[in-house]
């Protein structure tokens, strides 16, 4: 797990990158990246009574931006269900926030971009889900009403993700 961090850290190192938002459910985003511990996601992930999706990527990771759009146009679909999405940034410390702001400018993200401020992935991956090995993208879906958890190791497409909607919104 820590090899495949450490390569993805390091072709961090060659690639530009820059910036993001954030905001409340059902509420444009607002500038500026919150910067949050492992502790502090999965408090707010366990105390969330809203559907929920963290999208756990890095600027640097080509199919973490190539999903990014599908997860935002997919969640501004479902509005009405309050479907909350989640950018967790897992870039360098370096990159906070100017360069992972600027990133998210650029491409048009309009979902809250979280900095994950941590550097041991032994640490905080098992705290996200147990079964992750530190692959991004990865994503969690999680809908507390409905007891519904379902952890991604890897990248969704459009139509992965709608599937993903409707089922962590589904009546039990």
Known sequence: MRVLLICLILCGL?????PGKSAQPGMPAQPGIKKIKVTELQEYIAQSDHPLIVNLWATYCVPC?????????????????????????????????DRINGFTKKNG?????????????????????????????????????????????????????????KAMIAQP
């Open 14 to 18: 060659y690639t530009q990158a820059q």
């Open 65 to 97: 931006v190539k999903e990014i759009p599908y997860f935002e146009s997919t969640v501004s679909r479902f509005k009405s269900e309050k479907v909350e999405l989640i950018l967790v940034s897992l870039d360098l410390p370096s990159y906070y926030p």
């Open 109 to 165: 993200f309009n979902s809250s971009v979280w900095w994950l401020n941590e550097t041991d992935a032994d640490y905080f991956c098992p705290r996200v889900d147990s079964s992750w090995t530190g692959g991004i993208p990865s994503s969690l879906f999680i809908n507390n009403k409905t007891h519904y958890r379902r952890f991604f190791d890897r990248q969704l497409t459009e139509p992965q993700v709608q599937l993903e909607i």
